[in-house]
């Protein structure tokens, strides 16, 4: 008999519990192969059936690059900090793409699961950690574009590329954080659906995408910094372009709120699932 | 790891007066936020935090005190009708829900099997879709692999085994299901019976492999409302009616006294007081009853397509009736009307004096209806003249699958509601004429699909 558990504490113990309770990430690293299984479900169901497939990960930053290139480089003449504006937007539209993407489907991969919910356990929180990492997927097709843009328009990266990962994790802990916030609040209150295209587009326009953070006075950048996507956006344009935007107390401040976001999203989560396959 | 000495006298599960308590209602509507901001600023003027106590709502046990224990290697059965816990119980044994009262131990790997093709994503292959729901239901990618030839093989599926399953017959769809399933291995298989599916030939398969999964040595629990089913798998079984545990014997005498709970208790009375009327009110319904019936008139539990059903309805009369016309009206779940009766059209009439009690009651015989959620409507008035009472929707109608129809009709999925009485005829070859007054081969009455 070939039993490879997975579920097998010595003696599992089911009891009504109360108010917060411990987050046992240990149960979604047992889970990880069933991680792997929705993130590769994810992705091939979202390009399945399309014609131009994997392309909509690419085509989707691009064409909002031209358009703000168009409308907000060109006409309105928005300063970008001394780097081509089509560069400028790329860099910041290929992380925010992802933010979005991460932020939009996870806030409903709990109530897109109902089905799975009601008829089978396993750790909830394994749901939307799965849709942000299918987004990472397409983050990394849409990347390679973005040095082929620096190529044409001759920008070099500085050796301060290396820190870029780290400002790729931020992303991930900020679409992660919000996405297990929403996702919970979803599965009660289905007000979460009308609220996150708009929320989306508020926190696009809070993130210095289609202008630079240089543009605000220096004493609110700090506060400004408490939204995380701003430490990633500029983060992201200070190593790759070389920006004047070099990670001081704003990236500080933003990689403390997305760990707020994150840790309060997790403990809120895991308080919210009791009830979720009773009313999902 | 499943060493019989070990852990001999530790039952493998043990539940201790598992209650599970449900509000009435909380299902059926989501809340806003703005229901919430006035619930919670309600409830935070009397105390903090404590979910659950936010409405007076109504509330109910769907599960109270039943307490178990089942040693390793046993299988045990968990009868009872809907609404009598089964579900409940299982949802919180696989850890779906959590208990309100009581605990549960289990030791070793728990599966449980609520429903078929659980996981399953139409726009995937077949192969795509046994690495899938096998993942959600625990096995790990290593053991899927192992056994997928012998999955495919078990579901006869192979040719198809590249195919979208969106493009799967219902019955391969299924097979492929319950073989994902089938081919869980925990220490603790927790089953619903209702996975026993396709034609005939196959459920024999299913329950076969069921009963070899019980031989070997681990411990399951099967849950069920098909006496046959259960009998003769199980060494044990547990009656539970209304929440409780009401009894706990062999298999054969829970069968015997779960039949007779069947028959003695009918389906309770709608009381219409609190309803929403119409008409003038010169009499009122004050009462429904639904009563499914087996062809020989006795009562069954359960609405199933081709039961008889009794509509047993009272009347209170306020002032004078004259020759006043009653009527049901059957709609399906989105109020889509689908069939009616009234007294006139069979030319009787119903005429009260006032405070007159009248008891008005539909056979409906053979009733096609497929399995789902209707709803029933009462009226009495007269043509266009005038409407007496009415009350649009009085009653909700379960018509339930039939488990023995079951074994030996395939159900496809489909919106359709009704079925109609036909004639098959299946003959040996294409004949260039009809053979005038020739017998049909198979002449039993069949209900569509």
């Not at chain 2, 709608?270 to 008139?297: C, I, Q, W, Y």
Request: with cysteine.
């Amino acid at each position: 008999m070939v039993t490879q558990s997975i579920i097998r504490p010595a003696t599992l113990r089911i009891e009504p519990t109360r108010g917060w309770v411990p987050l046992r990430l240990g149960e979604v690293v047992a889970y990880r192969e069933l991680l792997f299984f929705l993130v590769w479900r994810d992705l091939k169901v979202r390009y399945r059936q399309t014609v131009l497939g994997v392309a909509w990960a690419v085509l989707q930053p691009l064409l909002t690059m031209l358009v703000f290139t168009l409308f907000f480089g060109r006409l309105a003449r928005v300063p970008s900090d001394g780097v081509p504006y089509s560069l400028f937007a790329y860099t910041a539209l290929v992380p925010w793409t992802f933010f979005a993407t991460g932020l939009t489907m996870s806030s409903n991969s709990l109530v897109g699961s109902a089905n799975l919910i009601t008829k089978v356990y396993f750790p909830r929180l394994t749901l939307p950690l799965a849709t942000v990492l299918a987004g990472l997927v397409d983050f990394a097709l849409a990347f390679p574009l973005l040095f082929g843009l620096m190529w044409y328009h001759g920008v070099t990266p500085t050796a301060q590329v290396v820190w870029l990962p780290l400002f790729i994790a931020l992303a991930f802990i900020t679409a992660l954080g919000v996405g297990l916030w929403l996702s919970a609040l979803n599965v009660e209150f289905r007000d979460v659906r009308h609220v996150v295209p708009f929320l989306t587009q508020l926190w696009m326009f809070a993130t210095p995408i289609a202008y630079p953070s240089s543009l605000l006075p220096e004493r609110w950048r700090v506060v400004y910094a408490l939204n995380p996507m701003v430490g990633v956006v500029e983060g992201f344009r200070w190593a790759l372009l070389g920006t004047d935007t070099r990670p001081g107390p704003m990236v500080l401040v933003s990689a403390a709120a997305a760990l707020a976001l994150l840790v309060g999203g997790a403990f809120f989560f895991r308080r919210m699932e009791r009830t979720f396959a009773d009313v999902v | 790891m499943s060493s019989e000495g070990a852990a001999a006298d530790v039952p493998v599960i043990r539940v201790e007066r598992l209650g599970k308590q449900y509000q009435l209602g909380a299902r059926a509507t989501h809340r806003t936020i703005r229901e919430a901001f006035v619930d919670g600023a309600r409830q935070a003027a009397r105390s903090i935090g404590r979910r659950g106590a936010r409405r007076s709502a109504e509330r109910f046990w769907a599960l109270r005190d039943v307490s178990f224990d089942v040693a390793h290697g046993e299988v045990v059965g968990v009868i009872g009708r809907n609404g009598s816990g089964k579900s409940t119980l299982l949802k919180i044994l696989s850890r779906i829900v959590e208990p309100t009262a009581g605990a549960v131990e289990l030791q070793g790997r728990v599966g449980s099997l609520l429903e078929v093709g659980t996981g399953f994503h139409p726009d995937l292959t077949g192969r795509e879709n046994v690495f899938l729901s096998g993942a959600i239901l625990g096995m790990r990618r290593a053991e899927i692999a192992a056994k997928f030839d012998e999955i495919v093989d078990f579901a006869e599926v192979e040719r198809f085994v590249d195919t979208q399953v969106k493009h799967y017959s219902s019955g391969m769809y299924m097979r492929l299901a319950f073989s994902v399933a089938a081919h869980l291995e925990p220490d603790i298989l927790i089953v619903d019976e209702v996975l026993a599916v396709g034609d005939a030939a196959f459920q024999k398969k299913c329950l076969g492999k069921m009963g070899s999964v019980a031989r070997h040595g681990r411990t399951v629990l099967f849950v069920s409302h098909n006496m046959g089913a259960v009998v003769p798998l199980c060494s044990r079984a547990l009656l539970l009616d209304a929440g409780r545990m009401v009894l706990e014997a062999d298999p054969i005498t829970v069968a015997a006294r779960y039949q007779a709970t069947l028959t003695a208790a009918p389906t309770d009375a709608t009381d219409l007081e609190s309803a929403e009327h119409f008409g003038n009110g010169k009499a009122r319904f004050v009462s429904l009853r639904l009563v499914p019936e087996r062809r020989d008139g006795t009562t069954r539990e359960m609405m199933c397509p081709g039961s008889r059903l009794r509509i047993e309805t009272r009347l209170v009369a306020s002032a004078p009736v004259e020759s006043a016309n009653v009527g049901i009206t059957i709609y399906d779940a989105s109020g889509y009307r689908l069939l009616d009766a009234n007294t006139a059209m069979q030319g009787r009439f119903v005429s009260l004096a006032p405070d007159d009690e009248a008891r008005v009651d539909f056979a409906l015989e053979d009733v096609r209806l497929k399995p789902g959620t209707y709803l029933v409507g009462l009226w009495i008035g007269r043509g266009n003249l005038e409407d007496i009472d009415g009350i649009l929707y009085a009653a909700t109608l379960e018509v339930e699958p039939d488990p023995h129809q079951l074994q030996h009709s395939e159900q496809f999925p489909g919106p359709y509601l009704c079925a109609f009485q036909h004639v098959v005829t299946v003959s040996a070859a294409p004949s260039t004429e009809p053979t005038p007054g020739g017998e049909p081969a198979v002449a039993a009455p069949v209900a569509a699909s």
